[in-house]
C-alpha cells in the first residue's frame, strides 16, 4: 500500500514538473512583435516564416520570423493587401 502512494506522488510531481517546463516553452516561443515602420532599420539574415496572406480585400497584417546578424530571433508585423480583390 506505501509503494503505491510513493508511485501515485512521484508520478504528481513529474506531471507538475513537465506541466511547468511546457509553460516555460511556451513563454519563450511567444516573443514580441515588432511593428515596422519606414524608419524600421532592418537587420535580416535568415527568413523562419511568413504568414499566409488571406483571401479577403483589405489590408490585413502580416506577420515575418526572421533570424538578425547576430542569430537573435524577432517576429515583425507590416501590413499588405490581402489576396481577395478582383479586378473586374
Known amino acids: 500500500m506505501k509503494a503505491a502512494l510513493v508511485?501515485?506522488?512521484l508520478c504528481g510531481f513529474?506531471?507538475?514538473a513537465m506541466a511547468e517546463e511546457s509553460g516555460a516553452k511556451v513563454a519563450a516561443q511567444q516573443q514580441r512583435v515588432e511593428e515596422y515602420t519606414y524608419?524600421?532599420?532592418?537587420d535580416i539574415a535568415k527568413v523562419i516564416s511568413v504568414d499566409e496572406v488571406p483571401n479577403v480585400?483589405?489590408?490585413v497584417p502580416q506577420?515575418?520570423?526572421y533570424v538578425d546578424s547576430q542569430g537573435k530571433r524577432h517576429v515583425l508585423e507590416y501590413q499588405v493587401?490581402?489576396?481577395g480583390c478582383s479586378n473586374g
Open 57 to 59: 480585400c483589405q489590408v
Open 63 to 65: 506577420h515575418m520570423t
Open 81 to 83: 493587401m490581402g489576396n
Open 7 to 9: 508511485v501515485m506522488a
Open 14 to 16: 513529474s506531471a507538475m
Open 39 to 42: 524608419s524600421t532599420k532592418l
